[in-house]
């Protein structure tokens, strides 16, 4: 039967529990466990696919077309393994499900209430991805200990250890220690407070794993161990990590938190493997150099908005041993004819996804910069968008070429809505979303980066490159270098006189991986090391 680990997070939002869940999964993985992960986030929305970047960061969208909590992009990057509609799991979709049952009386006229009917249709979606092949089911519970909106999720997890028996559920709480200056040290109560309150829930933690800006020293341990009522080896340090957020597991490691897991799950016990992913965390450490990328886009100021973006940039600079300075640049800076000053030590551009009118003129200013300059370019989804604007504009000589998303009455509509979008009214959930077959034309960049002929990524949007305009753009020395199987949708494109200019409809960043560095985000990082090396 499957086990469980629920990890929990206290005193103040934003530790980082993703990351130490997703650590968590690399070190069962490496003890040889089969693992799945779900992450169960309080908020009242369906999902994230509306929510503002300013607000939740990216959207993450699986192989099955779920558009899910950036944590998820974690899972998947830290594991190796793919997460699906069932991985991310929000109380609006539980509230809607459940309300969804009483409509069709599957409860039999029975009062719907917080207890027993949304608690056991959160028990359900847990348990839904326990199954023989899954040794060890880790959760997440978004949120703090506290919030109202959790306590559902809360109340569930508890009888589940309840009713599977502690030996078979394992309750891990982070917490954060603040550093006080003044006085000199740092200061347990958060914690103490923040374990009180769960423990009022029913909810005893095994382990406590502390973020703090400080070590803890073996005082302030045995002071955690204490009033915590956890073992003194069961306090984990996790102090801000220097280089990478791929140097936690092993931090993780040094401490045996996965040697606690096994003894408490009574689990067999083999030798961890973290030998290639020592490797990896070792060139991204010691880089033999480095390369300027300048990210062009509306959320510039917003890291978590392009979370899957700079992670894909640093797989591609460690696939060459090289660091990758990410030099956010607002896409109206180009507006108006002006270049930023700081283009002058940018080494390669990328210009990513993105929704709405506003920054498009400087994205497209951009890319005409980068196209007539040669300086590597990398366009995603709107990316692509744009770059067709760009080149119809600028080489075919159609002075009115638009989106329709921006200029519903463009003379020359490059890009225009999908046929079966036309009639959509609801804007989540109603994209072209998830996995989509490719097809590559040979003897092209991008063929040359995947090496094969038939691919699959993941998308995102509901705009395409019209299909009137196809033989006009390829004319004038455009590549469509990637195609829909039934050749109707353009996936890809490029300019072979161009050092390296693509541009793809779709998210390669969703796929990349630190043990396995997107080919495309690899080969364009490559592009700007040449670059970099004839500019020196």
């Known amino acids: 039967m499957s086990k469980y680990i629920f990890i929990t997070g206290g005193v103040v939002s934003s530790l980082g529990k993703g990351i130490t869940a997703a650590s968590i999964g690399r070190l069962l993985i490496s003890r040889g466990l089969r693992i799945c992960m779900l992450k169960m986030d309080p908020y009242l929305n369906i999902d994230p696919g509306t929510m503002s970047p300013y607000q939740h960061g990216e959207v993450y969208v699986t192989d ?63 348990r839904a991805l326990a199954a023989p092949d899954v040794d060890i089911v880790v959760v997440e519970i978004g949120g703090t200990v ?227 300059t040669g300086i590597p370019f990398f366009g995603i989804c709107l990316g692509l968008q744009c770059a067709v604007i760009e080149y119809a504009r600028h080489v075919c000589g159609l002075a009115g070429a638009h989106s329709t998303e921006f200029e519903p009455a463009a003379t020359d509509p490059v890009v225009c809505l999908m046929e079966e979008q036309e009639k959509a009214v609801d804007l989540g959930g109603s994209m072209r979303l998830g996995a989509w077959p490719c097809t590559l034309k040979p003897g092209t960049t991008a063929f040359k980066a995947y090496g094969t002929e038939r691919i699959s990524e993941r998308h995102r949007h509901r705009y395409e490159v019209n299909n ?15 195609l829909s199987p039934d050749g109707n949708l353009v996936e890809m494109i490029e300019c072979p006189a161009h050092p390296w200019f693509v541009a793809v409809q779709f998210h390669p960043e969703l796929k990349s991986q630190p043990l396995q560095p997107h080919p495309l985000f690899r080969d364009f990082i490559g592009a700007a090391l040449r670059r970099h090396a004839s500019r020196a």
Not at 216 to 223: A, D, M, Q, V
Not at 270 to 290: E, F, Q, R, S, Y
Not at 468 to 482: D, K, P, Q, W
């Open 146 to 372: 506290g919030d109202i909106e959790g306590l559902t999720f809360l109340e569930a997890i508890r009888q589940i250890g309840l009713e599977e028996g502690r030996d078979s559920v394992m309750y891990v709480h982070m917490t954060y220690l603040p550093f006080i200056r003044a006085a000199g040290e740092l200061k347990t109560k958060p914690s103490q407070q923040s374990v009180a309150k769960l423990r009022e829930i029913g909810i005893v933690p095994d382990v406590l794993v502390c973020r703090s800006e400080q070590p803890l020293g073996e005082e302030i341990r045995r002071k955690l161990s204490l009033f915590c009522n956890v073992p003194v080896h069961a306090v984990i340090e996790e102090i801000d990590v220097r280089h990478t957020i791929y140097e936690v597991p092993l931090v993780l490691a040094e401490q045996g938190l996965d040697e606690i897991i096994l003894v408490h799950f009574r689990l067999a016990r083999p030798g961890a493997k973290l030998g290639p992913w020592k490797t990896m965390v070792d060139a991204i450490v010691h880089p033999a150099g480095g390369v300027t990328i300048g990210i062009v886009g509306k959320y510039s100021t917003l890291p978590d908005a392009y979370k899957s973006l700079h992670e894909a940039l640093h797989h591609g600079g460690a696939a060459h041993r090289r660091s990758v300075e990410i030099l956010p640049i607002s896409a109206e800076a180009f507006e108006a004819g002006r270049i930023p000053e700081d283009m002058s030590r940018v080494d390669g551009i990328l210009v990513p996804g993105d929704f709405g009118k506003r920054g498009t003129d400087g994205m497209i200013a951009a890319i005409r910069y980068a196209r007539e």
């Open 64 to 126: 099955d077309g779920a558009e899910a909590d950036l944590d998820l992009g974690h899972y998947e990057r830290f594991t190796g393994q793919p997460t699906t509609r069932a991985s991310s799991v929000s109380s609006g979709r539980i509230y809607w499900d459940v309300l969804q049952k009483e409509r069709h009386g599957d409860y039999l006229g029975h009062t719907i209430q917080m207890i027993p009917h949304i608690t056991d249709e959160i028990k359900t979606r847990i």
């Open 468 to 482: 009137r305009y196809r033989t006009r753009l390829e004319a004038a020395g455009l590549v469509l270098s990637g």
